[in-house]
């Protein structure tokens, strides 16, 4: 059963402190959860520079990837977007080469 918003679990993870970093709700529900970046990337079976980058915002965890982690903490799929929001748009990628 998915965590709702009045839980314990949600209570505690909301007061953590990661405003300043990417994905701030994933990496609050690692840390609730003792879980670290190669523990995660061994559930995702992929490299822990990989979880990195996503964490960092570098690179984006793909759609499979981003389901499996709100199916390790138990959260409704219909929060995907609210969790894994779009990757900011690096300054001059809309820029036409010429």
């Not at 839980?7 to 840390?31: C, G, N, Q, T």
């Not at 061994?42 to 822990?48: D, E, I, P, Y």
Request: with cysteine; aromatic share 12%; proline share 7%.
């Amino acid at each position: 059963m998915a965590q709702e918003r009045t839980s314990p679990v949600y209570e505690r993870i909301r007061y953590m402190k990661f405003k300043d970093k990417w994905l701030p709700e994933v990496r609050a529900y690692m840390r609730f959860f003792d879980m670290s970046q190669r523990d995660l990337a061994l559930r995702l079976n992929v490299g822990k520079n990989y979880v990195n980058e996503c964490l960092t915002g570098k690179k984006a965890f793909t759609t499979e990837e981003a389901y499996a982690i709100l199916d390790m903490f138990d959260l409704p799929h219909e929060r995907l977007h609210e969790i894994f929001p779009p990757l900011p748009a690096k300054p001059g990628a809309n820029r036409k080469a010429g």
